[in-house]
């Protein structure tokens, strides 16, 4: 199967800092990624998709201004939490593939 | 749009006991189903998964679910569960096709008790 990496795994920064967070398909072409948010106890959100050389598509209620999502060639796309706050501190997650997924190890936001 | 809901939050169990999660889900078209596991500290594993064929699906650890259309539903089962199944489990649907988002449910948190 696929072999999906974030990095950073974890990160911890200060409130109102800008944080990148990166997913890369080591194997597999993906012209579509999608961002997940796992808050403690709860379930995975879907954030957005993103779209190879188009713009992301955000499901209802997730700020695009705030969540960048860049998804530059087919097998980078990045999230950048721009002016983090520590309500965003999460787990942060993302997922290729087709009718299988591949889901990426995970990132972890500490928003101090 | 797709939803999926699971009826148990928090299921506690001997072990040897027989498990059954519950899982239905709202779409009116064609779905795959999905059940996940995470353990505690660790990512989302898969457990198994239905696209076409046979209803009853048998995954790995001894799991297996069983897909009923006119239900809308997708129960996972385990005949005798183990400490080591002391997990999150998450019942999952998407489009089928390629490239479909995946909307999870909320989760049913197992506690197996030597």
């Known amino acids: 199967g696929a072999v999906v990496s974030q990095h950073p795994s974890w990160v911890i920064c200060k409130s109102g800092t800008s944080v990148k967070i990166e997913c890369r398909s080591l194997d597999f072409q993906a012209t579509t990624m999608f961002w997940y948010r796992q808050f403690p106890k709860q379930s995975l959100m879907l954030m957005a998709t993103?779209?190879?050389?188009?713009?992301?598509?955000?499901e209802q209620g997730v700020e695009k201004d705030k969540f960048l999502i860049n998804h530059a060639s087919l097998t980078l796309s990045t999230l950048t939490v721009t002016s983090a706050h520590p309500e965003d501190s999460s787990f942060y997650i993302c997922?290729?593939?087709?009718?299988?997924?591949?889901f990426g190890p995970g990132t972890r936001l500490l928003v101090l | 749009a797709q939803s999926v809901s699971q009826h148990n939050h928090h299921v506690i169990l001997s072990e040897a006991a027989s498990l059954e999660l519950g899982c239905n889900y709202s779409?009116?078209?064609?779905?795959?189903l999905f059940w996940y596991v995470q353990y505690p500290g660790q990512h989302l594993q898969l457990l198994l998964k239905?696209?076409?064929?046979?209803?009853l699906v048998k995954g790995i650890k001894g799991f297996e679910a069983e897909f009923i259309k006119s239900k809308f539903s997708f129960n996972l089962r385990k005949p005798s569960v183990q400490w080591s199944d002391t997990a999150e489990y998450f019942c999952?649907?998407?489009?089928?096709?390629?490239?479909?988002?995946?909307?999870f449910g909320t989760g049913t948190k197992l506690q197996v008790i030597p």
């Open positions: 997922m290729l593939g087709g009718e299988t997924q591949y």
């Open positions: 993103s779209n190879e050389g188009s713009k992301a598509t955000y």
């Open positions: 999952a649907v998407s489009n089928s096709g390629g490239y479909q988002k995946v909307t």
């Open positions: 239905y696209f076409s064929g046979d209803p």
């Open positions: 779409y009116g078209g064609t779905v795959n």
